[in-house]
């Protein structure tokens, strides 16, 4: 797994590189942002950063899931 962590606002040579990837690679993006709505790319598993240890939705991680999100990744792109 590719993990791709966007800053806000996010930039969009990354959003075109995540959709141009193969879909066998199945790569997974992080926004590091607490608003605006999350881009939605298919084929890309997208989730939003949140301060609190229990996330509000699916579309959301921990900072505690974002680094075992990082560890677990065969590539971290940071943006």
């Keep these: 797994m590719t993990l ?14 995540l ?15 607490s608003g605006g709505e999350l881009p939605q790319l298919r084929g890309v598993k997208m989730y939003r950063v949140t301060d609190s240890s229990a996330p509000a939705n699916s579309e959301s991680v921990s900072y505690s899931r974002l680094l075992d999100l990082i560890f677990t990744a065969d590539k971290v792109i940071a943006w």
């Design 19 to 33: 959709e141009s990837t193969p879909a066998e690679e199945s790569p997974v993006a992080v926004v590091l942002s």
């Design 4 to 17: 791709h962590i966007l800053k806000h606002p996010v930039n969009p040579l990354a959003l075109q590189i």
